[in-house]
């Protein structure tokens, strides 16, 4: 027998309790996108309790049986049988939450917090622990809750709680006193779950074993076509035959959910994918008669055609609404949808003009594209685009009221001026998804409208000024700068913006050349962007500058911008720097520079920011030799210790001339991905399986290498490569940016799915991708990751830290060259390959 019975994560935490999760357990493995869902959960939930306080939100259940153990008198004893990693998460998330009020509200928060959800006070050791994690979490939780400097690491606990740090510092509204009490408030009483318990002597296996039985379900589209046939006792063929049948062959299941859902949002913004079935029903049980239920199947059949033409734009009448679906489509934010079927549901009604459509949409498209330039992440995007049909204004021309509408709040609909400031300055490179910078440079250099257009499909960007400049091209950006200016921070500075970026079919070939090799085949590529760049006698600071000051010309010509009621919020995202500062792991380090790169700033005002705004983590930005800036102080006037002792305290090391360890510092590349502007780029970044039309790839591969490397380089690559093949895997190949190869262990055709140790790029790297091991079996314990970082440091040459095990690190191709090196990392990925292939489906235990 068991006990169910619903329940809050206050009643479950207060008291003399304690919950053991078991040694045959997994280690906590929650990421980025289930940490992302459960967070905008609770925001959503924090907002609908402040018009209802009784609102709740269910996560699912938690599974206990009293521990055979028994503890000691006064204190309650559980195994978590299902369910440790979402009570896991609550408790970091509580730790986050108190360390936040307690910092910004008052120290009184962090002994309340503790004693009511996180310790047994007055107890000893092994009963302290409200929650007791697996042995291989525990160094991690026990940091997390006993606020060590050692908190917020780059095991998944750690990232875990850096990562609702980081939430908690942007959600902080300085003129909202209660914002952060609130969402306190839905954690502990808004959150609903079932506790199941079972009984002494209750087979606690087989409890777990049926939880995870799964069967075909029937998909939210299936039950509201029920409902809606079940409502329609007497005409039910015939609405079937006429209508619905029709519906069910122009959308497939999936899209026909989508429909259901967006036409919820039109209604209510806040109503989420997965409550589709019940929402569209409580809103149907109003209905009476059959004939308001037929007029309902009626009208989403409508509906159903104008969705068919968002999804497949070629099928569009009009040629100016057509071309503005197809860039949409292309731009791939699918949250646009709602609004699209409101538009061209407007039209169909006769309230919008085809015209005024298609201006709607070109205001929409410049609101991504303008983001984008200025280096705004997608945080809230989502929530923006939902709202606009419900928000904007009723009285104006339809597209004149979503022009108005994302010109105003915290929308980041980029002005003028923010955009030219921002194309001189932000780097373009790092920001969003490589799809949609591509689709900003195919899209400018359409807008030349050349006589004789070049084909823009396949062609990758390229970055004029190399990311590893030669020392040809160090002379030529020497020349340009100041006494006081260091070369890194200036190369950092203008790399990755737009005015050094173009698009080219012959990447690997350029990459590293001379500007003088550059220009001949810039100026043959029949690309007007290159031949602009190809007029130039040189390519230093000034001619990157003019030309970013060229193309933000057109650009804001192309690209209409938002009303002139719109403010300029912020012309420097200090909101990226603070958030890339609270994901920063403890044990590394960054540079004012690095900071100023990301955010398309300087070092100087950088340090004049954070000298004056309080900031998480600001100790660990350090001057670009790894050195304290003799301006550093500390928010808190009262304190006087050293940056270095909490700095050695988290793992930093240093020199005896007090100089961090460049291994442990987080470059811009890095920041912008603990920022959130560099998405996780999966589908984007994943390798394609090689086939015989592949194989100029694998020669371009090799090209890049010897030209770039030199011919003992490419020779030693060869060797791993054929070294790899011959031990099982298999070789597939990217062309995001430059020809890279991937190592692959495992297909994605695999069971499991594809896995990958490394990338191997011919400007140089070799790519170690920690970030997307993390989500890949068995990889997705982070004590094999970490084996494989210290097989890897064994190599000369090689130095990963450990803060960077959820990035993606690399070391020098050249490291290859070495025939010992070359040795010892064939060793290595034997292993990796072994242990990729171990694991079985059969074998994986989810929990």
Known sequence: MVAARETTLQELLEGSKQYQVPLYQRTYSWTKPQLERLWNDIVKLAEDRADDPKATHFIGSLVLAPSPTNGPAGVADYLVVDGQQRLTTLTILLCAIRDHRAEHEGPMHRERLNQQYLINPWKSEPQRLKLVPTQADRAAYLACLDSTPQAGGADPVGAAYRYFVAQLAAADDPDDPFDIERIENAVVSGLALVSVTAQPGDNVHRIFESLNNTGLKLTQADLLRNYLFMRLPSRGETVYRSLWLPLQKQLESAELELLFWLDLVHRDPRVKQTDVYSAQQARLNRLRSEEEIEAEVQRFSRLGALLRVILHPGEEQNPGVRRRLERLSAWGTTTVYPLLLHLLDRREQGTATAEQVASAMLYVESFFVRRLLTGRPTNNLNRTLLSVV???????????????????????????????????????????????????????????????????????????????????????????????????????????????????????????????????????????????????????????????????????????????????????????????????????????????????????????????????????????????????????????????????????????????????????????????????????????????????????????????????????????????????????????????????????????????PVAIYPSGKVEVVFQHLSVRTPFDDVTLREELRQRLNQLPGVDIAAAKIALRPGFPLTVLADADAREALLDHLRWFYDQAQLQSPEAVVMV
Not at 681 to 703: A, K, N, Y
């Open 390 to 756: 419900t928000e904007m204004s009723k009285e104006l021309p339809v597209d004149e009221a979503v022009r108005a509408y994302l010109s105003v709040g915290r929308k980041y609909y980029a002005t003028d001026s923010s955009v030219r400031a921002a194309v001189r300055s932000i780097p373009f490179y790092l920001n969003g998804r490589t799809r949609q910078r591509n689709l900003v440079l195919r899209w400018l250099e359409e807008s030349y409208g050349s006589k004789e257009p070049v084909a823009l499909d396949g062609l990758t960007i390229e970055h004029v000024l190399p990311q590893t400049p030669t020392t040809e091209w160090r002379q030529m950006l020497a020349a340009d700068l100041g006494p006081e200016e260091n070369f890194r921070e200036a190369h950092e500075a203008l790399v990755h913006t737009l005015g050094n970026l173009t698009l080219t079919g012959y990447n690997s070939e350029l990459s590293n050349s001379s500007f003088g090799v550059k220009r001949i085949q810039l100026d043959k590529s029949g690309i007007v962007l290159n031949q602009k760049i190809a007029r130039q006698d040189r390519w230093g600071r000034p001619e990157i500058h003019a030309r970013a000051d060229a193309l933000a010309d057109r650009i804001v010509a192309i690209w209409p911008g938002p009303t002139e009621q719109a403010a300029d919020q912020s012309e420097v995202p200090w909101d990226v720097m603070t958030k890339a500062l609270a994901e920063l792991p403890a044990g590394s380090w960054t540079t004012y520079g690095d900071l100023a790169a990301l955010i398309g700033s300087h070092p100087v005002p950088v340090g004049a920011r954070l000298a004056t705004h309080p900031a998480p983590n600001a100790h660990r930005v350090l001057q670009a030799e790894g050195t304290v800036s003799p301006n550093f102080r500390w928010s808190d006037p009262e304190r006087t210790d050293d940056p270095r002792d909490l700095l050695r305290a988290e793992g930093v090391e240093f020199d005896q001339y007090g100089r961090a360890d460049q291994a442990q510092r987080i470059g811009t590349e890095e920041l912008a991905q603990l920022a959130g502007v560099t998405p996780d780029d999966l589908p984007e970044r994943l390798p394609r399986p090689r086939s015989d039309q592949d194989l100029t790839l694998g020669e371009q591969f090799i090209e890049g290498v010897t030209a770039l490397q030199g011919p003992s380089v490419a020779t030693a690559t060869l060797v791993v490569l054929d070294a790899w093949t011959t031990m099982g895997g298999t070789l597939s190949y990217g062309t995001s940016g430059e020809t890279s190869c991937f190592l692959m262990a495992r297909g994605k055709e695999h069971e499991l799915g594809n896995i990958w």
